[in-house]
């Protein structure tokens, strides 16, 4: 199977906002409410920021957000800050049991 | 907290095995699937499988069916991945990763695998 689809790079400046895409199809994104993102900071293990599209876990700000429609769901990081740069990925279930990452997208704050 | 305890970092040579583990510490283990992760250097995530502890009912990615296996001890609340013989494009970061509700929940800390003659 593909990897979703994310942009490889996306940049903006302190206290503006960003948003991050992730293309599937009807198999993964389009189909499942199944959609969670995660952050990397360089030689980390990756973290949840959202989960079920839209859900946020305890302990992430409320200026990340997500949100889906058709066969793409994006991730929206408000009031940019230093600390929000990272690497980010989608992730998503698909059909036949099967689970699959979207290819990254390192967030740059200028 | 959730703690995912990953064994350390391997160094081996082309055509060796292996076999890497992930002890989930939490009360609740059994209710979870670990997941397999791999991350070679300077690349995305990719989803390799996983294991449900409350059984032995076991998924892989079409990528890495064939080419690993993974495995669980219920008894000692851990999961493996495994290999019969590894080659050079094995190298990466593996991370064990606690799943349920269709994402990941927690990660382990990650096993380096450095295959190299």
């Known amino acids: 199977q593909s990897a979703l689809t994310q942009p490889p790079s996306a940049s903006g400046s302190p206290g503006q906002s960003v948003t991050i895409s992730c293309t599937g199809t009807?198999?993964?994104?389009?189909?499942?409410?199944?959609v969670s993102w995660y952050q990397q900071h360089p030689g980390k293990a990756p973290k949840l920021i959202i989960y079920?599209?839209?859900k946020r876990p305890s302990g992430v700000p409320d200026r990340v957000s997500g949100s889906k429609s058709g066969n793409t769901a994006s991730l929206t990081v408000s009031g940019l800050q230093a600390e929000d740069e990272a690497e980010y990925y989608c992730?998503?279930?698909?059909?036949?049991?099967?689970?699959?990452f979207g290819g990254g997208t390192k967030l740059t704050v200028l | 907290e959730v703690q995912l305890e990953q064994s350390g970092a391997e160094v081996k040579k082309p055509g060796e095995s292996l076999r890497i583990s992930c002890k989930d510490s939490?009360?609740?283990?059994?209710?979870?699937?670990i997941g397999w992760v791999r991350q070679v250097p300077g690349k995305g995530l990719e989803w390799m499988g996983l294991?449900?502890?409350?059984?032995?009912?076991?998924r892989y990615s079409p990528s890495f069916q064939g080419q690993v296996t993974i495995s669980n001890d219920k008894s000692i609340s851990t999961a493996f991945l495994q290999w019969s013989s590894l080659k050079a494009s094995d190298t990466a970061m593996y991370y064990c990763?606690?799943?349920?509700?269709?994402?990941?929940?927690?990660w382990g800390q990650g096993t380096l695998v450095t295959v190299s003659s």
């Open positions: 294991t449900y502890f409350g059984g032995s009912d076991t």
């Open positions: 990763a606690r799943q349920k509700d269709f994402y990941i929940h927690s």
């Open positions: 939490g009360h609740d283990f059994a209710k979870f699937w």
């Open positions: 079920e599209v839209t």
């Open positions: 992730f998503s279930y698909t059909v036949n049991d099967n689970w699959v």
């Open positions: 009807t198999s993964d994104v389009g189909g499942y409410n199944a």
